[in-house]
Each structure stands twice: as C-alpha cells, then as structure tokens.
C-alpha cells in the first residue's frame, strides 16, 4: 500500500504531471491517481473508492474542491471510509467514459465534477455529480459529508453492503450493454444499406431542426451548447438538398453563438457554453476543443452563404487560439480556466482579490468610461450591452452585441450634461468601434489572467490543426497553415513512436504519458490528411495513413464488428467505452469511419470495409436516434453516395483554382493533390511504401503540361479537365 502523505505534508498528486491533479495536492483529502497502488488499497483495505473526475477549468470542480475536500472533517470522513481517487477526464477519456455512461444511465443526466461510489473492483453502486456541502431546502440533494457518512455506514452493514454490491453488479451490466455492440437488422436487399445512409442524414436534420430554438438559435434549452457538429450536418443537407429551412436552422445558430457572450468579443474565441436560453451568460472556460469546432462550423457557413462575419469570427479565434493557447514549439495547450482573480479596479481599498469567475471577461460602464472618450464609451456600452447594474454577478456587463450598429447611426448622447449625436456614417461608427474594442482589449490585458492548463493532448490538437489548415486554404492565409504544419511537426516529435506505431496521449513540461484514445488517433489524422489536401504535400499523407491503419490494428475488434475508445490492449476496466455520440467532441467512432472512408482510396491496406463493418454493427441504434450520432450519421451518409474526389494533378495549385474551392461548400469532397506526372509520383509512391499508384491516383496525371483535374464519385469519373469549372459543373450533376 503507498504512502498516502510526501515528506512535505502533500499526498500523492503532488508527483503528477497533471494542472487539475496538481490542484488537489494540498487538500487534506488523501487523493491518489488512478494506478494499480490505489487499486489495489481498496481491495486490501475493502472500502470503496470515492472517484472524483474533473478538469482543471472546471467551475464546479473548484467549487465544491473548495466546499467540500478543502475542509479537514469531511477530509478526515473520505480518508477514513474510502480510497480517493482523482481522474483527470482529459488524459484518461476512457474512464470518464465508463462512469459518464453510468450517471447517464442512472441520472439522466452527467457532467463534471463526476462523483462516483464504487466497490474495490471498480463497480459504482453511487453515482452523481456536484454534491452541496449541506442538503439544500426543498431539494432532495444530500450534502457530501452528510452522504459520505450514509455510504460508509450502510458499507459497513453486511446486508445493506449486499444490496449495494448487487446495484453495482447491475449498473455495470448496464453500462457494458449501453457501450457493447449491437447487431443491426438484416437489410431489406440490395441497395438497402445505400439508401438508409442517406435517409439517415435526411432524418437526423429533421431531429436537429426539431430541436431547434428558433426564438433564440441554437439547439434545445439551457444549458446552451455550441453543438457545431449539428450546424455542419445541417449546412450539408441544406447543399446536398437544396431545401432553406436547415440553412435557416444552421444560420440562426451560428448568428447566436457570434453574437451573444459564448463569444469573446474583444479577445476572440468561443467558451464553453451559456447558462440561459438567449446566449447572454456563458461558463467561462475556454476550450481547445471549442475553439477548433466552433470555427469549422462558422467555415463551412461562410462557404454556403458568403456571410463575411462567419470569416472574421474565425480569423479572430484562430487569432485567439496562436496567442493565448500556443506552445512555444509548436503545439496547443488545452483550456484556460474560467476564473481569475478580481480586477483591480472592482476592489474598495486594502480590499483582497478573490478568483471569480468571468472576472477577465466582464465590464462595468464606469470602467469602460475610464479607458474611452464620448462619443465612444457611450457607442461601445450601446452596442455591447454594458449597463449600469449589468447582466452578470456584481453588476458587471458580458458583452453581447444587444444593440444593431444601423440602430447607433446619429444616436443622441449626454455629453457632460449637453446632448450631441453620434456620427451618422456607419463606418465612421464601426471604425470608432473597432478603435474601442482594441483599447479594451489592451486594459484587460493587465487584468489577471485566468490559469491556462498547459498539456498538449494528440487528439485535441488534431482537432485544431485540421481547423487551421482547412481555414487557411479556405481564407487564403498560408500563415494558418504554416501553424497547423508546426503543431503536427510538434505532436509527432513528441507524442508519435514511429517504431511503434503508437501515439501517446498527452505531452506536459516533457512528460509524455497515457496510451493515445481512438480519438486521439481519429483526431490526429483528420488533422493530418486535411493539411494535405491544403498544402499538396505527401508527407502528412503518410502520417494519417499510419494512424489510419493503426486504428484498425490496435482499436478495431472484428468479433464485435466495431471500433473502441480504448485499444485492444489497454487497461481492463469493469466496461470497455466505445464513444458512438457526438458530446463536446465529435464522436470518436465517426470520426474515425469517416478517415478510413476517405484514406481508403489512397493506401492498398482494405481501411473501408473496417469502416462500413462498424457502420454495419451500429446502424440499427444510428438509425433509431441519428442526431445523437451526428458524426456517424453524416459517415454513414458519405458511404452511401460514395467519395467525392477531386484529384488535382499539378505542381501547385493554380490560384483561380484555389479561390474557386476555397468559396464553394463541397460536402465530403476530397481535393486528391498529387505530382503532376508519373516520375513525380512514383517518388510519393516511395514515401508511402506503395508498389503501384492507389485508385485516387491511378492514371490520372496532368495533361499537355497544364494543371489538370479529375472528379470521380463512385467509380464515375468526368474526363480530365483543365478547366476546373467544367469539373465542377460535373460534380454539380451529380452532388
């Protein structure tokens, strides 16, 4: 058994690489880290584990930290009657995963911090997530302590014990049959699996438009979550169908989530989501994660509509995500905390800073008139929504844009006591504006910054870095894609064993740790083979086919017909998680079904059929709720019509033709740059260890010396063109 306290009074967190560990190492809690000591603790010792998972953003996390295990009796009541666990949910997705599919489950609902009674195997019997210190009024809610003295008295009653121990028995079996594969029905003949992929879209638009807030935008009530996959599906069916209403639906979201408080609107950047239903109020957490899927989908708007503020938003929040989010080497950092210390300027004299959160983000009027003249003070705190007594705690203002800039144009204004009008050109307004947002943007540069969680996770930086290389060949900004190259170069360096084949999980301060998740790989390599078809180049190529195959190697298990969260030779938890829904990250599975679909054209390795077997094993429960498995509802889709490829046969692409796919919205096309002619290829060939061209290459070189394109969708192919209009008119025919 280990020793629960270091020489220097800390318990065994203070030896983890982890920012959200780090941050109960000092708790008189005796925390462990998930590891075979603390395992095995439980079992000698035979009380259960108390699991807490978190993250080191997490509001209430900090909060009922600061309730509950910063207080030395409950401590001493944990540390008496259980082994303490803390899970960081960032570098271990699988156990979240399990104990999420639990609370689900049993609660109807999950979240962090999730807070978990488990017997000393790892079976939860007690499942919840914030726990009050005390009972609140009217609300059946125990307190912690008060239900840390419940479970341990009824684990030390052998027949109370017995009940608990048969609950977790069937908590468990539950979550396996949750997260186990189950076997579609048999289709109805040939042609069956095509059309259900495609009816599937159609009916997972219809769910998402459903459940659509059409009074304020976005999906459902609050809590309101940014859900950019939703938008991407309905964007794809509104150009795939030509039909307005998902077009409205995606457009209203979009609109919402820029112009409410999930957006930073002097920094940039989106946060994690809103507590009220008009997008006013967010938790102020900011998250890579976010940041990489909130501008993808505002990229694939500004290709549909040509809506230039989708462009801007995403320019400042890659903007956002290079200054505030970047390791000097080349990788992301994950999140930046929610809370920070009060300003200077909302403290009375001799008064002490408190963490609070949104304190970075949030104004008083008084505080932007210390920083601007009239008539721009006045304008800004219009326009933004800064009023006296605020919309936030302690009558501060997050900024939304309340008031429309058409609506400031000669607007009156008390001056000094004597009215004048503001300008009445409106760009001398957005230009007086602009100059506002940057000299607050300075001030609160000197306001105490909200802690940043400095680990570089795979899978999140595939998220970013596809982003980043889709944006900047979509913006025509090759600086974007230069990031994107360095955070790979970075990711690869340091998280990729090139023998092996294998991909860490996380990288902090040069500690490498935690075998890669499905998603990490899934994640990675649609960063990877995106960056390829921005930049022509065959060597991201090759590292998303290395990660490709080995999803299928080390995830895929062909008994199940599917594709697991954790590898095939990971850790045996009480359930092994798959992750088929899309949650704050799209779905793992889908994600990876959609890169084996689209790489399976470019290798001799057979990637497809792994792809459409997991389709096949998970269709009838796609099929029964296709929203909630958007990622693979739109997989399941891109399998169905078959692969939009454009093969760009050329040196470089000529820039007609990137300003041209650039501004069209394509869904699931391909651009399948290759050399220009079959000398050049067969060097590519050589890099990725290829005898003979793949079918997305074979025989489609340049013609007459000039750029030339072929566009092929299921075996179907246009004649090559040099003219990529022509091909595209064909790929118009037959969307």
Known sequence: ???????DGRNRLADEASPYLKQHADNPVDWQ???????????????????????????????????????????????????????DREERPDLDRVYQTVCQL??????????????????????????????????????????????????ADPEQRAEMENRAEQWTAAARDRMAPASSPANDGPGADDASGTEILDDAAAAAIRGADRENGGFGRSPKFPQPGRVELLLRVATLSGDTEPLTVAENALNAMASGGLYDHLGGGFHRYCVDDDWTVPHFEKMAYDNATVPAALLAGYRVTGNDRYADIVRETLDFAERELSHPEGGFFSTLDARSETPDSRLDDGEEPEREEGAFYVWTP????????????????????????????????????????????GAEIEVAGETVEAPDDEAEIRALLADARETLFAAREA?????????????????????????????????????????????????????????????????????????????????????????????PLAFALDLAEAIVEAFYDADDGTLYLSANDAEDLVARPQELTDQSTPSSVGAAVALLLDLDGFTDADLASTARETLSTHRGRIEASPVEHGTLAVAADADARGSLELTVAA???PTEWRETLASRHLPGAIVARRPPTEAGLEDWLDELGLEE???????????????????????????????LTAALDWVEANL
Not at 1 to 7: A, L, N, Q, V, W
Not at 506 to 525: I, M, N, S
Request: one cysteine or more; charged letters at 30%.
């Open 33 to 87: 880290p998930w590891d075979d000591d603390a395992l095995a603790e439980a079992r000698e010792r035979d009380v259960p584990i108390f699991l807490s998972v978190g993250y080191s953003a997490c509001h209430w996390c900090h909060v009922m930290a600061e309730e509950s295990f910063e207080d030395p009796a409950v401590a001493e009541l944990i540390n008496e009657n259980f082994v303490p666990i803390k899970v």
């Open 106 to 155: 049993v609660t109807g609902g999950g979240g962090w911090p999730l807070s978990a009674f488990l017997t000393p195997d790892g079976e939860p019997f007690y499942v919840g997530t914030y726990f009050p210190p005390e009972s609140p009024p009217q609300r059946n809610v125990p307190g912690f302590g008060e239900l840390c003295r419940q479970i341990a008295g009824s684990w």
């Open 366 to 409: 008084e505080e932007v008139r210390e920083l601007l003249d009239e008539p721009s003070a006045t304008l800004f705190c219009r326009r933004y929504g800064v009023v006296s007594g605020g919309n936030f705690e302690g009558g501060t203002s997050v900024l939304t844009e309340t008031v429309p800039v058409e609506e400031l144009i």
């Open 651 to 653: 040196d470089d692409l």
């Open 447 to 539: 306001r105490p910054r909200p802690p940043r969680d400095e680990k570089v996770l795979a899978g999140w930086n595939g998220l970013t870095i596809e982003t980043f290389a889709r944006a900047g060949f979509v913006l025509g900004d090759d600086s974007r894609i230069d990031r994107a190259e360095s955070a790979l170069t970075f990711v690869r360096e340091h998280l990729w064993d090139e023998e092996e084949k294998r991909l860490s999980r996380r990288f902090k301060d040069g500690d490498v740790a935690f075998d890669g998740a499905l998603e990490d790989y899934a994640f990675l390599g649609r960063g990877a083979f995106e960056l390829y078809q921005a930049t022509g180049e065959v060597a």
């Open 693 to 723: 061209a793949p079918p997305v290459w074979a025989g489609r070189e340049a013609r007459e010396g000039q750029p030339t394109v072929y566009a092929c969708r299921s075996f179907t192919c246009s004649p090559p063109e040099t003219d």
């Open 1 to 7: 058994m280990s020793e629960p306290r270091s020489d």
